[in-house]
């Protein structure tokens, strides 16, 4: 299983990005997909969980402002990002639990600066 993590960008403060997130193999069967993200000399932090069924989870630094989905006929993720902060610079990683294990893509780096 691969995922690779498109979308990053350079944004302004209160800008939006959207992150996609393509699997090679089909997506129905994960039972979790997520997007996590990590600066320098800090540990990777969830920032949004969807599970096959739709339920979705937020860091509560994110609530309100970014919105997790999957398109399983297409195997994608993405992370639709709203009212970007400074702070939500990093790099974001997908991934994906399936039978017992979990998989990361590459990540994409998200840059909000003025």
């Known amino acids: 299983v691969q995922l690779q993590a498109s979308g990053g960008g350079l944004v302004q403060p209160g800008g939006s990005l959207r992150l996609s997130c393509q699997a090679s193999?089909?997506?129905?069967?994960?039972?979790?997909m997520g997007w996590y993200r990590q600066t320098s000399g800090k540990e990777r932090e969830m920032v949004a969980l969807?599970?096959?069924?739709?339920?979705?989870n937020y860091a509560d630094s994110v609530r309100g402002r970014f919105t997790i989905s999957r398109d399983n006929g297409h195997n994608t993720l993405y992370l639709r990002m709203n009212g970007l902060k400074p702070e939500d610079t990093a790099v974001y990683f997908c991934n994906g639990y399936v039978n017992g294990a979990n998989y990361w893509g590459g990540g994409t780096q998200v840059t909000v600066s003025s």
């Open positions: 193999t089909s997506m129905a069967s994960f039972n979790w």
């Open positions: 969807i599970s096959n069924l739709g339920s979705k």
